[in-house]
Structures are given as C-alpha cells and as structure tokens.
C-alpha cells in the first residue's frame, strides 16, 4: 500500500513564507514526477509546480520567482517552499505523485494567507 501525506500548511500572513512537505510511504520501487496541486473554494484544482526525478521544474505563472518545489529522492519526499504569500493563495494544497507508475494524492493540507 502507498500513502502520500502533506504537512506544512496553516495561517500565514500576506508576504510571509511556509514550506509544505510531502512524503510517500509504502511498498515503493519508484517515484517519478511529484507534483503540488491547489483547489482554492469554488475553483478548479490547478497544478501548481512539478518536479521530475531528475530535477527539472516547471511552475505556473502566477507563483514563479515566489515558490520553489525541491525534492530529497532518498527520503522520498518533495517540498514546496512559498515565499511572499498572497490572500489569493489561500487553497488546499494537494501533493500527487507517480509511484510504480501509478498516480497517487495526498489527503491536502490546508494554506490560509491572511491580508
């Protein structure tokens, strides 16, 4: 069985900073790409920023040069590292990942940024 399972989220206020972390669990062989998500109330889910094995990243617009996602292979886990928050990203952030070429996702942890 694998579990993925965030941690890191909370209040914050605008312009500050958090770090959301993401850790699979489990009867793994291999992970591939590892992504963050977010749902804010009423909208979509949108990709937020992914992470390949090898290290190559992709982020959306409205968040790059303000978030950073990283990755420890050995540990298994992915980082989202939000700096300079905005009240618009106040959202479940949801981690997915390819594990043994199966998609999984995290329970969400929820990002409040008061303004």
């Known amino acids: 069985q694998v579990q993925l399972v965030e941690s890191g989220g909370g209040l914050v206020q605008a312009g500050g900073s958090l770090r959301l972390s993401c850790t699979a669990s489990?009867?793994?062989?291999?992970?591939?790409?590892m992504d963050w998500y977010r749902q804010a109330p009423g909208k979509q889910r949108e990709l937020v920023a992914s992470?390949?094995?090898?290290?190559?990243?992709n982020y959306l617009d409205s968040v790059k040069g303000r978030f950073t996602i990283s990755r420890d292979n050995a540990k298994s886990t992915a980082y989202l590292q939000m700096n300079g928050r905005k009240p618009e990203d106040t959202a479940i952030y949801y981690c997915?990942?390819?594990?043994?070429?199966?998609?999984?996702w995290g329970q969400g942890t929820q990002v409040t940024v008061s303004s």
């Open positions: 992470i390949t094995r090898s290290g190559t990243t």
């Open positions: 997915r990942s390819a594990i043994n070429y199966q998609y999984y």
């Open positions: 489990g009867n793994i062989f291999r992970i591939s790409t």
